[in-house]
Structures are given as structure tokens and as C-alpha cells.
T-cell receptor, first 112, second 110 residues
């Protein structure tokens, strides 16, 4: 049972480049989330989804877009990467709100 | 707006010693409260959570936490720390969304 899988694990971008982070879960969870983790700031919610075809903004959505075309996948896009988006990105999912978040192992992104 | 504070950025304890990690929240009512642990290079794992009822909550790996409404606190405790407990610990509160604290890094000396 894979749980939550994030790809890629590491990526280096140049300012202005675009990329997509993929999150896949095999637990049939309705709720999926994208967080970023920065030193001294904990985890901050970027976007989330409450079911297939839905997305919503979190605490720090600017510069990111998301899509949830299939229930098991939640994509995070950076259209024009900026150095301020250098961070570790975590995807998480859960069956119902506040039940138990299952996290992926993270994507370390550096924007030069 | 809800907020959560973890006053200790870094704590060091000896193996076998007791541990208490502090968490304070700010919210008008009683939120849902959580403790997560993050091992190096990994995602977060739920240790325990409090919704209502008994204010002393037992979690995995021998951890427990006590909700104190009068102090707006939800401190995490363990009677005897093991070297494998070295990790970063996050308190989180939820009303309409889950908000994480900034974390406490635990270092364990043999």
C-alpha cells in the first residue's frame, strides 16, 4: 500500500520556468492538500480540494495553481517560478476533515 | 483568527528523561487539536488528536497530551524518551482549516 506518493522528490528551476508537482493517493480519500514548509514557519496551506473536480485557496495560494481531474491525483503547478518559492512541498490526504492526514515524503524545490 | 504557538524552537534531552513539548492556541471556542511528528526527510505522521471528552489523550509511540482549557494549552508528554524520538514535532489546531505551529525540534543525547 503506497499511501501518498509525490513526484519528483527534488527539482531545481531557474526563475521564470514552470513545473508541475504530482501527488497521487491510493486510499480513495476525498480531501487533498498542498503545503509548503519553510524554516521557522511550519507548514502553510497552499491549496486544497474537497473532492474530484474541486479546488480552493489556502493560506498562501499566490503563484500556484492546482487541478484535481481525478480523485486520486492532485497537481500543483508553478507557472513562473520565483526564488521565494524555494521550499519543501508536501501533499497530504484524508478521508474526512480532521480525521488523520496522510503525508507524502515531500518535494524539495530550489528556484535559482 | 485561530493561531497556534510552539514556544520552544529546539529542545535537547537525554535518553530516558521525561519530555514535555508546549503548545498554546488562540481561538474563542475549543478547536480540534493535533500533534504530528516529522522524522528527517519524511512527511508528517499523526501522534494523537483531541476533539472532546477526556482531556488526557493517548497517542502512538508512548506519547500523551493534555488539553487545558484554562491555559489554552495542549502539551505533549512522554515519560521516557528514546533516541528514535529525535524529530520535529508540530502542534496543529483546526476550526475550519488546519493550522500548524512552527515546530519544535527534539534532539536526544545518549
Amino acid at each position: 500500500n503506497a499511501g501518498v506518493t509525490q513526484t519528483p522528490k527534488f527539482r531545481v528551476l531557474k526563475t521564470g520556468q514552470s513545473m508541475t508537482l504530482l501527488c497521487a493517493q491510493d486510499m480513495n480519500h476525498e480531501y487533498m492538500y498542498w503545503y509548503r514548509q519553510d524554516p521557522g514557519m511550519g507548514l502553510r496551506l497552499i491549496h486544497y480540494s474537497v473532492g474530484e473536480g474541486t479546488t480552493a485557496k489556502g493560506e498562501v495560494p499566490d503563484g500556484y495553481n492546482v487541478s484535481r481531474l481525478k480523485k486520486q491525483n492532485f497537481l500543483l503547478g508553478l507557472e513562473s517560478a520565483a526564488p521565494s518559492q524555494t521550499s519543501v512541498y508536501f501533499c497530504a490526504s484524508e478521508a474526512t476533515p480532521d480525521e488523520k492526514l496522510f503525508f507524502g515524503s515531500g518535494t524539495q524545490l530550489s528556484v535559482l | 483568527a485561530q493561531s497556534v504557538t510552539q514556544p520552544d524552537i529546539h529542545i535537547t534531552v537525554s535518553e530516558g528523561a521525561s519530555l514535555e513539548l508546549r503548545c498554546n492556541y488562540s481561538y474563542g471556542a475549543t478547536p480540534y487539536l493535533f500533534w504530528y511528528v516529522q522524522s528527517p526527510g519524511q512527511g508528517l505522521q499523526l501522534l494523537l488528536k483531541y476533539f472532546s471528552g477526556d482531556t488526557l489523550v493517548q497517542g502512538i509511540k508512548g506519547f500523551e497530551a493534555e488539553f487545558k482549557r484554562s491555559q489554552s494549552s495542549f502539551n505533549l508528554r512522554k515519560p521516557s524518551v528514546h533516541w528514535s524520538d529525535a524529530a520535529e514535532y508540530f502542534c496543529a489546531v483546526s476550526t475550519d482549516k488546519l493550522i500548524f505551529g512552527t515546530g519544535t525540534r527534539l534532539q536526544v543525547f545518549p
